[in-house]
């Protein structure tokens, strides 16, 4: 059991049997009376976010959260399919869980997906991913006026702002975290 002294942003609590993660936390102390934790969270199955206040001396159960590592397989009318690479069982998670996500997922790359319940509420990429550029505007000699990137789109349909030097057809790295250009990779 967490009591209020163990809340912080990232935690995963139970609440009315649904699993909710802290996003933003406050540690209040009145001048007098019990201490005042107030936090946002937000659900983990649905995604609404809300508000919540409590006091010390409160206790909250633990999520009951698998992380599992699975490999990606391919996309269908399901969703994205997934594959747990010990006993084959595969899992479907929709465009709308996943959010951003799916822009940065390749055929047979390795992930984490969290479970609960056995049911996929979240995925957990590498943190760099390598992707094709399908297309990135040329480079006109003496435009500088525009700063040094250009908008570029790569192979899953991901849009980002890229150097001027990237062209079509170049493979380049990208940060899942952030969704930024990272360097142009050799091949």
């Avoid at 002294?5 to 009315?16: E, R, S, T, V, Y």
């Avoid at 699993?19 to 406050?26: A, G, K, L, N, R």
């Avoid at 391919?74 to 465009?95: A, C, I, P, R």
């Avoid at 479970?115 to 990429?125: A, H, K, S, V």
Wanted: charged letters at 25%.
């Amino acid at each position: 059991m967490y009591t209020c002294a163990d809340l912080k942003k990232g935690l995963k609590l139970m609440i009315d049997g649904e699993p909710y993660v802290i996003t933003q936390f406050d540690f209040t102390k009145p001048g007098k009376g019990q201490a005042l934790y107030k936090c946002k969270m937000r659900n983990m199955i649905t995604g609404n976010i809300y508000d919540r206040t409590y006091r010390s001396g409160e206790s909250f159960e633990p999520a009951a959260l698998e992380d599992r590592d699975m490999q990606y397989l391919y996309q269908d009318d399901s969703g994205y399919v997934f594959m747990d690479t010990k006993n084959y069982e595969q899992v479907s998670l929709s465009e709308e869980t996943l959010g951003d996500d799916h822009y940065f997922l390749k055929d047979n790359m390795e992930v984490k997906i969290l479970l609960f319940n056995g049911r996929g509420i979240g995925i957990t990429l590498p943190n760099f991913v390598n992707l094709r550029v399908t297309h990135a505007d040329p480079w006109v000699k003496g435009d500088t006026a525009a700063g040094n990137n250009k908008p570029a789109t790569v192979e899953s349909g991901y849009n980002l702002a890229v150097p001027s030097f990237v062209e079509t057809d170049d493979l380049i790295q990208i940060d899942t975290r952030t969704g930024e250009y990272v360097t142009r990779v050799k091949e």
